[in-house]
């Protein structure tokens, strides 16, 4: 038997991208419909993390 998850559900075929403050991904939003290309971070809290740590949009090196 297997747990539910894992298994890969294209519903509309939305773009995703990967948040830089928690390194995750996240699908496209009705709400970023309109500014989709500008959207860096998957949510307020992220982009709040993600300004405080420096003002490019580079992320500082690991270590
Ligand atoms: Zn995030």
Do not use: H, Y
């Amino acid at each position: 038997m297997k747990g539910k998850g894992g298994r890969t559900v294209a519903k509309g075929n939305l773009p995703s991208k990967l948040c830089p403050a928690c390194n995750r991904p996240f699908s496209w939003r009705r709400k970023w419909a309109r500014d989709w290309d500008q959207v860096i971070w998957c949510s307020d809290r992220c982009r709040a993390e993600g300004r405080r740590a420096g003002g490019g949009a580079v992320p500082p090196p690991a270590g």
